[in-house]
């Protein structure tokens, strides 16, 4: 799990759809908006979709998942381009059951990675997109 200061609060993600700036990947899409100029760090948060399981642990794991690739790779704290930015991870609806299927009645070790090769081909739109080559 993040640091409290690097998650998104409920404020923070209605501002976000509310402005629109969207960056879309084949199965997820991100939601961004520049950081105030005093915050010096990245601000992230995930929804996972009921569609996607119905069970929270599983939801949950998912999360889980994602946010440790944000820590392990230190996007919670480094610059993109010269910017911070809020990000909020939303799962494209339209992949949902595509994805379904890939992830159920398997083993964790393969969602696992099954999670992090997606994430990690839609992450790199939003590298480009906001200054990281």
Known sequence: MLKKINRLNRK?????????????????????????PNRKYNQFSIQV??????????????????????RENS?????????YYKIFVIFNKKYIPEFKKKIETKEKKVIYKTIIENFRFSFNNIN?????K
Do not use: C, E, W
Not at 19 to 35: A, D, L, P
Not at 75 to 83: L, T
Not at 128 to 132: A, C, D, E, F
């Open 12 to 36: 923070d993600i209605n501002f976000l759809f509310r402005n629109q700036n969207i960056i879309y990947g084949k199965y997820f899409s991100f939601f961004y908006y520049k950081q105030y």
């Open 75 to 83: 996007y919670d704290i480094n610059k993109f381009g010269d910017k």
């Open 128 to 132: 480009i997109k906001l200054g990281n």
């Open 49 to 70: 979709p009921t569609k996607l399981s119905k069970l929270a642990v599983d939801r949950n794991y998912i999360k889980r998942i994602l946010m440790h690739y944000i």
